[in-house]
T-cell receptor, first 119, second 113 residues
Framework: NAGVTQTPKFQVLKTGQSMTLQCAQD?????MSWYRQDPGMGLRLIHY???????DQGEVPNGYNVSRSTTEDFPLRLLSAAPSQTSVYFC??????????????????FGQGTRLTVV | GENVEQHPSTLSVQEGDSAVIKCTYS??????FPWYKQELGKRPQLIID?????GEKKDQRIAVTLNKTAKHFSLHITETQPEDSAVYFC????????????FGSGTRLQVQP
């Protein structure tokens, strides 16, 4: 079991370039999310998905696109990179634990992160 | 949407002392509250979590308490060790709507030998 795999681990982009951060999980989790981590600001949600074909915006979605064509993959696209997008990016996956009366989230497993620098 | 506030931002303790980190949340529909530990350059990893139908949970030296009425939850680490030094994040999520985790801003814990 590989868990959550993110690629690349490091990337340097020039302003205006586009790129895709890859994320794949092999745990058959319904939920997948992308976060960015900046010093002193914790992890902020960019986009998330509750299943194949379903995506929604998080707190800081501007400048990023996502798609979820399969349960396993959740790529994050930077359309036109800006220095403000310099950050560490984490992908995470989890599943829903459903009882008869209430649905709850469960442990989120994180990828190893991508350190992105935009110059 | 959900807002999670975490205090303190830094915490320094002597080895063997206890450490307490506190978080508050805003959305009364949140029902899952995990705590993550992140070492320098590594990914966040779950250390303990609690669900809204439980008031307290303990795992060896780590415990978490939840007060749903006041909408706050806390992490307690007893008998701290130098290897407990890391950044700790609290988070909250709910089972419907936006189910992704909302994180606090983190607490840098330093355990002095």
């Amino acid at each position: 079991n590989a868990g959550v795999t993110q690629t690349p681990k490091f990337q340097v982009l020039k302003t205006g370039q586009s790129m895709t951060l890859q994320c794949a999980q092999d745990m058959n989790h319904e939920y997948m999310s992308w976060y960015r981590q900046d010093p002193g600001m914790g992890l902020r949600l960019i986009h998330y998905s509750v299943g194949a074909g379903i995506t929604d915006q998080g707190e800081v979605p501007n400048g990023y696109n996502v798609s979820r064509s399969t349960t396993e993959d959740f790529p994050l696209r930077l359309l036109s990179a800006a220095p403000s997008q310099t950050s560490v990016y984490f992908c995470a996956s989890s599943y829903a634990s459903a009882s008869k009366t209430i649905q709850m989230n469960t442990e989120a497993f994180f990828g190893q992160g991508t350190r992105l620098t935009v110059v | 949407g959900e807002n999670v506030e975490q205090h303190p931002s830094t915490l320094s303790v002597q080895e063997g002392d206890s450490a307490v980190i506190k978080c508050t949340y805003s959305d009364s529909a949140s029902n899952y509250f995990p705590w993550y530990k992140q070492e320098l350059g590594k990914r966040p990893q779950l250390i303990i979590d609690i669900r809204s139908n439980v008031g307290e949970k303990k795992d060896q030296r780590i415990a978490v308490t939840l007060n749903k009425t006041a909408k706050h939850f806390s992490l307690h680490i007893t008998e701290t060790q130098p290897e407990d030094s890391a950044v700790y994040f609290c988070a909250a999520s709910k089972g419907t709507g936006r189910r992704a985790l909302t994180f606090g801003s983190g607490t840098r814990l330093q355990v002095q030998p």
